[in-house]
Each structure stands twice: as C-alpha cells, then as structure tokens.
C-alpha cells in the first residue's frame, strides 16, 4: 500500500491567490517528484527533489516554486495563482534507483 | 526530456496476451527499464522494471532485448480493466520523466 498523500483533491480558487499544495510520504524515500498533466495529455516534470534541501527545475517551466525541508514533506507553492494554472497535479515519490515510484492521488486546481 | 519510444496505441480484445513494445535508443549501461501505467482519472502505477534478465510479477512479465536497446511488456490475458497508457522509462540514479506512453484499448 503506498503512502503518499497529497492535499487537498479538488480546489477552486480565484485569480491572484497563493495557495499550497501538500505532499506527504512515509517511506522515507530520497527522491520527490511534481508533475503537471491536463486531461488526456501528457505528465510533465515540473520539480523533484534527491533529498533534503535539493530541489530541481523540471522539464517544463513552472510558477511554482517547491521546498525540502524534511524527507517525508514537498510542498509546492504558486504565490499567484492564474487560470493557466489550472491542471492536475500529482506527487511521487521514490528510492535512490527509481526502482518503484509511488503517486499521490493528486490535486485537481482550478483557478477561476 | 523522455528518451523511449513507443507506439502512440494498441488495441486487443479481451483475454488475449498483449506486448507493448519500447525502444531505449539512448539507454545507459546503469539504466533500469521502469514500466508505468496510468488508469484513466488517476496517478501513474507501477508495473514492473528490470536490468538484463527477463523479470515476471502477478501484473506482467518483462522481456528485455540482449542489446537491451528494447523491451516489451507482455500483459498474458487483458482485460478491460488493463485499459490504460502504459509508460516505458529507462532511468538509473536520474529523474522519473515519463513520454507519451502507448494507450492500450481492449474490447470485449
């Protein structure tokens, strides 16, 4: 059973909000990850992290900008949250080697 | 950026085996071959990954080219919940980036 969480699921928000989505694991893992997909698209890399205090750009530019302060915690932050913004947004997490990547359920963001 | 290739879909019908197959032009010596599927409306899942050997699980069976230049993912009986994009990455120590994937249809 994986654990990894993400809060919230769903979130409607209106233009120029800064809002942070939460992503949780208890698997001590090193390796985080934050994608973007829309609907029927594909899942873009937008942040991940090798541990504590590392964190990386994506392959697809992002406004968001993520933190690791603890291992089981990777929060990512959009300081003004605009209708582009609006997608899905999944966590991962993993070991060292990749060897078997965990997803959170996701947050669907809506920015209105 | 992704560095696999697969066919953008497939079809099969319902209890038939399936190969998904997957190029890994670039792959590295270190690389594992990872294999993803995602169900429609949630988070990608894991399905199976490997160096050199061929590896088998309760979801699928994994076969690895010598050259390790390929792979396939052999699903032995479909069904209609197998529908999914299925994933090939190929990754060591480096980030998870996923490609397009290759949708997988089943019929009954």
């Known amino acids: 059973e994986a654990d990894i969480y993400q809060t919230p699921r769903y979130l409607v928000i209106g233009t120029g909000k800064k809002i942070t989505l939460e992503c949780s694991q208890t698997m001590g893992h090193d390796k985080m990850y934050w994608y973007q997909q829309d609907p029927g698209m594909e899942l873009h890399l937008i942040h991940y992290s090798y541990g504590v205090n590392s964190t990386e750009k994506g392959d697809l530019s992002s406004e968001s900008t993520v933190s690791r302060i603890r291992t089981e915690h990777f929060p990512l932050t959009l300081e003004s949250a605009r209708p582009s913004h609006t997608s899905q947004y999944l966590c991962?997490?993993?070991?060292?080697?990749?060897?078997?990547?965990?997803f959170g359920q996701g947050t669907r963001l809506t920015v209105v | 950026d992704a560095k696999t290739t697969q066919p953008n879909s497939m079809e099969s019908n319902e209890e038939e085996p399936v190969h998904l197959p997957c190029n890994h032009s670039?792959?590295?010596?270190?690389?594992?071959i990872h294999w993803y599927r995602q169900l429609p409306s949630q988070g990608p899942e894991y399905v199976i990954h490997?160096?050199?050997s061929n590896v088998n699980n309760r979801m699928a069976s994994l076969a690895i080219a010598e050259d390790r230049k390929s792979s396939t993912l052999i699903l032995h009986r479909a069904t209609l919940r197998d529908a999914a994009v299925y994933y090939c990455i190929d990754t060591g120590f480096q980030k998870l980036v996923f490609g397009t994937g290759t949708r997988l249809l089943v019929s009954p």
């Open positions: 490997g160096l050199t």
């Open positions: 670039t792959i590295s010596g270190t690389d594992y």
């Open positions: 991962a997490s993993s070991d060292i080697l990749n060897t078997e990547a965990f």
